[in-house]
């Protein structure tokens, strides 16, 4: 005899709409909670494709799986199972109709999903030579297109997708390949009011300068929108004098010549200081940092730090800086 939750499970199989709604709204309720989510881990093998199977309807029966979805797939051997059931590319399809009402919820879902290798891995369609890449595409294409000054901002959890992809080798050579462009696309994003946005663009701006010792020449390609993304977060509050404003490229300067918004996540900071630190460990990298005037902007945004954390970045770049011979070193740091 089928228990509560085999019987509940079923219906979301039921030829009846509102059967299947009713039963998706106590799923996703279940999901909710530790218990709930317990409860519903021990029947994944039929539970998983369902909900999958459900994210492909209208919204009034969408939303409430894709909701489930995404609580779920917070324990990672539920995360495993959905990327083994192939469900990126269900979101994935999903995501790009023209009629999708619940994007937000599937990129969530894949941000979940790509703290698994084998979530990157999917997303990054390392597997299928012809469409390789094809996914990423898609989605810095609509992190870029979006609004991100309004409420509902469906794509800003984009972000933390490309941090994610950015932390395998693989994800890092596609966003570095300057035939794409996407960092380019990427990097310009650190103009926006959404400190989600700022955060995803820093780190993954950050995990890609990992590969400076390889990729510095794709890195400074973009240099017009790179050191402005991670030097006006380490610059401090003061507006800069005409004398420090000459030696840096325009960009740079017309922005430290007046009032700007303070970017008050340490995090940010952090990164933009550890990103800065990887790409002068190389000899052509310093050069290109000192013709921006790097190692004044760094100066003077240490002296405006207050966070002990954020100074520590700033004072292990400036030892760099002073001992240049520690270029030579590698580092030891990995991406996170």
Known sequence: MATEMEELISFLSSPSPQITKAAVDIVRGLTGSVEGMQSLANYSNSLLPALSRLITLPKEVSEAAAEALVNLSQNSSLAE?????????????????????????????????????????????????????LYVMKLVRSFCRTTHDSDDDAF???????????????????????????????????????????????????????????????????????????????AGNKIYSEQDRSKMPLELGTALSIDREPVNDPEIRIQALEAIYLIILQDAGRRAFWSVNGPRIVQIGYEDEEDPKVMEAYEQLGSLLVHSSSAEEPSSETPQ
């Not at 790009?96 to 969530?108: R, S």
């Not at 894949?110 to 990157?120: E, I, K, P, R």
Request: charged share 20%.
């Open 156 to 234: 800003e959890h984009v972000g933390s997708i490309l941090v994610n992809i950015s932390k395998q080798r693989e994800g890092r050579k596609l966003l570095l390949d300057p035939k794409r462009g996407l960092l380019k696309q990427i990097t310009r994003q650190f103009d926006s009011n959404s400190s989600l946005r700022k955060k995803g663009v820093s780190g993954t701006i950050r995990n890609c300068c990992f590969e400076a010792e390889s990729q510095l020449q794709n890195l400074l390609l973009v240099s017009e929108f790179l050191w402005p993304a991670l030097l006006l977060p380490v």
């Open 81 to 133: 199972a959905m990327v083994r059931l192939g469900i990126v590319k269900t979101t994935m399809d999903v995501l790009y109709k023209p009629e999708c009402g619940i994007a937000q919820l599937l990129v969530m879902l894949l941000v979940n999903l790509t703290q698994l290798d084998a979530g990157v891995t999917a997303v990054l369609q390392i597997e299928d030579e012809k469409v390789h890449g």
